[in-house]
C-alpha cells in the first residue's frame, strides 16, 4: 500500500466501501454520499430496485423474488459487480455534472491494514469499473487517524481504535505508519447478533434487526425507562407476534462481553510496541473512532481497563472518509517524509 501526498492530491474522488456504510468524499464538494452498503435486486429481472437507506429498510420484508444484498463483507469488496451498481446509483448524480467539467481520473480508496492482494484487487476494481483511470488505495487506519486530526507524521505515538460494523482495529501509528496493529471480529453487527440471542434466550423471542437501534438508546439513558423497555418480535415457538419488556441490565452486560476482545487487543498492540512509543501513550491516550464508538459503555470500559485518558472522534463514524477527503485537498502534512534535498 502506498500513501504519495503527491499522488492522493491528483485523486478527485475518495470511498470508504464499509461493511454498514458507503462513504464517497468528492474533492472541493465534501462528503457526497453516507448510505447504507446495501442492495435490493429482483432475482426476476436482475434489475436494482434500490439502493442505501431505502434498501436498508426492505431488509427482511421482501417477498420471494426480491433480494436485499450487501456487496461489502468484513472489510472487503464480495461482490465486486454489485458493489459497482450500487455505487453507481449512489453517486448518479451528484457525479455527473462535476464529471462533465472534469473527467475522473484518479480515485482513492482505504482497505484494511492486513487487505490480502485479492481484497486489494476487488477494491481496485470496483473503482476502475465506475471509470477511474487510476485508483490508490489507502491504509483505513492512516485515513481514519488523520480524519480524527491525530499528528501522525510525527515521530511520537498516538493509537486508534477503529470499531465498525463488522471488525475493530487496533493500532498505534508513527511517522505516517502503522507500527504495531491487529484486528478482532467484533463490531456493531456482533454485538446486535449477541443482544438477539440474548432476548431469544430469555424470552422466546425473535427480534426483527430493526428493534436494537431501541435498545443501545435505552442504556444510553436516552428515550426509554432504565428499567426496561418494550420490543416486539415474534414468538419462537407459536411464531405469534408478542411484545416483552427487557431488563436493560441484562443487555447491558450482553452488550459487554464482546468488547472485552477489544482489550485483547489493545494490549496485545501494546506489546509489540518499543517503550517509547508506549511511553507517549500514557500521555497522549486512546482515540476511539468508527460508528460503534457510540456503543453504550464502550468508553468507560476501555478507561478503565486501560488506565489511559480516552477520547472520542468528533465525527467518528464518517472519519476515514474525512482523512481520505484531507489528504485529496492538500490539507494535511506530508504522511509519507519525503527525501531530504541536500
Ligand atoms: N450511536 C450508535 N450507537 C451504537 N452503535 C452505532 C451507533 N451508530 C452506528 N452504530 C453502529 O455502527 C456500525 C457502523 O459503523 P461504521 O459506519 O463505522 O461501519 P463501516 O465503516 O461500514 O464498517 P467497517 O469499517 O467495519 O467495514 C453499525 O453496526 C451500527 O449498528
Ligand atoms: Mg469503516
Redesign the pocket.
Known sequence: MTISLERLRRCSIAV???????RVYLKRKGLIVDEP?VAAVNTRTGGLIAVGTLAERMTGRTPSHIRVVRP?S??RVVDIAMAQRMLRFLVGNKLRRAWRRKPLVSAAVCVPYDADPLAERAAVETLTGLGARRVELVD?LVAAAVGCGLPVERPEATMIV??????TQVAVLSLGSIVAAERVPV???TI?HAVVQHVRNEHALMLPSQA??PL?LAL?GAGAAMDGTEVHGRDVATGLARSVQIDIEGIRAVVQTPLTGVLDAIGAVLRRCPPDLVADLAERGIMLA???A???GFEDLLRDATGMPLHIAEH??TC?VEGLGAMLEGSVRPVILDPLSP
Do not use: K
Open positions: 470508504d466501501l464499509g461493511a454498514a456504510r458507503t452498503s461489502v468484513g472489510g483505513s477503529v470499531c465498525g460494523a463488522a471488525t463490531g456493531g453487527e446486535a436494537i437501534r443501545h444510553s468508527g460508528g460503534s457510540g456503543l453504550p467518528p463514524d476515514a
